[in-house]
């Protein structure tokens, strides 16, 4: 597709301020849109919206499809009826300036589960939309709510454990647990009414603003999900239900055991002989929530890096052809069915970071889709494809991902030469590194310019988002009410004139 030269923020919607201990599509969101627009961006990048399980991370979720409930905005269902003054006030003692997933969670499960009781005993002002929504979501919604029905009924255990009949999805002993769970499942339903009906409002105010949304499509499932539980024949599992391999990367530099995701793989033959079905409807439905799509792992559609289910580390895998041009020549077939006009190409960005091949670039060039350069990543030498100068204008060049250190943090830990290099090629002296390499990216080629919301805020290595070889105490970052600044728009706003932004 063909894109406007531009410029954006990364922040995930967890990340926003608030009084409700974690960020939410409510008045924040909206204040958070009115910056952006004062700053001349038009871009907005976020992580997948989907509800998080296990270590609270968005790339591992119970749904490809639905929202995340915790991000469900307590003063949005106050506007709504759906909540008194006293049941905002039992979410007010929460902390501010980290999310803390262990204390949020059960208080935010007790508002949604007080503003569903009161929709069933006033429900006039919500059911008909209610009724259009599961109607309209039916494909993704009845699996999820049976699926996350069934989880709660089961003390919340991986689908793996339960009775065999259910787990099997034995038609007799799914009708009965849709008859004894039929207001748990018609309460999960309800919450992602409540989700897509927020953020449908939030997403309609920021096109408005003249900003679009980036959105993230990881290549992968969780295993846990209602998508390898509703579509088991769509992966490689044994009679159990158990994978037999999982998806992971092999050892490097920066791991000399590789990195076991423990994703499920997917059985690429079964997908191309029902064309695409599954992709296809995930990516259309992506694309109603958001503008852009970023694929993540791009490069595992062309091939992917397969670990038997039993190893404890990758070590000993293989790589796997993926499915290649096959797919995205399905995906823009069908969106050319009146979602976007027939041959401008693909609304996509691929996170083409790690072991890129000459098929990688290939697939990326026959499908004109733009890849990601990292400035942060680009010290090492006058050849390095990150710097500026190696740049294509069909690319997506950041400061820094949720996956890397901040800005400032990285060059407080960075080696000497490292350093030594970026001065020298930015010609600055790092008193705000930051921003240094902000206008470094903004005045690159590349056709859109991205910086977490920490490096605009020229924050620390203590904001990271995310480390990948930790497991626990991330996704967590917040920013404060106080740091939607006059003087960070201001200097924003000039950089985007000086760099036709």
């Known amino acids: 597709m063909t894109f ?77 009826g759906l909540l008194i003054k006293t049941d905002l006030d039992s979410m007010m003692d929460l902390p501010a300036s980290r999310v803390d997933f262990s ?14 009781q009161c929709f069933k005993n006033n429900p006039e002002a919500l059911r008909n939309e209610f009724t259009y929504f599961c109607a309209e979501n039916a494909f993704w919604l009845d699996d999820f709510s049976l699926f996350m029905s069934l989880k709660e ?32 499942i018609e309460q999960y339903s309800f919450y992602q009414f409540l989700f897509f009906r927020q953020w449908s409002k939030l997403r309609k105010y920021a096109n408005e603003k003249g900003i679009q949304i980036m959105g993230d499509i990881p290549i992968f499932v969780a295993y846990d999900s209602a998508d390898v539980w509703a579509n088991p024949e769509l992966f490689f599992l044994d009679e159990s239900g158990s994978p037999t391999v999982v998806a992971g990367v092999p050892p490097d530099l920066f791991s000399t055991t ?79 069915n009146g979602i976007i006009v027939p041959g401008t190409g693909l609304p996509m960005v691929a996170e083409d970071l790690g072991l890129i091949t000459p098929d990688v670039i290939e697939l990326l060039d026959a499908f004109h889709l733009p890849g990601m350069k990292v400035l942060q990543f680009a010290f090492s ?39 030594d290099f970026a001065l020298r090629y930015l010609s600055v002296d790092g008193r705000d590194f930051a921003w240094d390499l902000i206008r470094g990216v903004w005045k690159s080629v590349a056709v859109f ?23 626990g105490g991330n996704w967590d970052w917040r920013m404060s009410e106080a740091d939607l600044r006059e003087d960070l728009a201001e200097g924003l706003k000039d950089l985007n004139w000086m760099t036709l932004r």
């Open 449 to 471: 310019a991205v910086a977490p919301m920490q490096d605009v805020l020229s924050c620390d290595g203590s904001a990271r988002m995310n480390f990948p070889s930790r497991l």
């Open 258 to 336: 590789g990195q076991l995701w423990g994703n499920p793989l997917y059985n690429w033959d079964v997908h191309k002989k029902d064309g695409y079905k599954w992709w296809l409807s995930r990516v259309r439905f992506a694309l109603g929530t958001v503008d852009i799509l970023r694929f993540d792992h791009f490069r595992g559609f062309v091939g992917y890096y397969e670990i038997p289910a039993s190893h404890k580390t990758a070590e000993h895998g293989r790589w796997v052809p993926g499915p290649g041009k096959d797919l995205f020549r399905a995906i823009d077939e069908d969106l050319g």
């Open 381 to 419: 030498g006058p050849e390095n494809p990150f710097l500026p100068h190696n740049y294509v204008p069909n690319c997506v060049a950041y400061t820094g991902t949720h996956d890397n250190d901040t800005a400032m943090g990285w060059f407080a830990t960075a080696s000497e030469t490292e350093k």
């Open 4 to 80: 406007r030269r531009s410029s954006g923020i990364l922040l995930h919607p967890t990340s926003l301020p608030g009084p409700y201990g974690i960020g939410d599509l409510g008045p924040q969101a909206f204040r958070f849109i009115d910056w952006l627009a004062s700053t001349g961006c038009k871009l907005w990048q976020i992580l997948p919206l989907g509800p998080t399980g296990y270590g609270d991370s968005p790339y591992q979720c119970f749904s490809a499809f639905a929202g995340n409930p915790y991000i469900i905005s307590p003063d949005a269902m106050f506007e709504d």
């Open 153 to 184: 009924a089961n003390g919340g255990g991986a689908w793996n454990g339960w009775d065999s009949n259910l787990r099997s999805g034995k038609k007799s002993a799914l009708d009965k647990a849709k008859k004894e769970l039929a207001e748990s």
């Open 103 to 116: 204390l949020i969670i059960p208080k935010k499960l007790n508002l949604l589960q007080t503003a569903y």
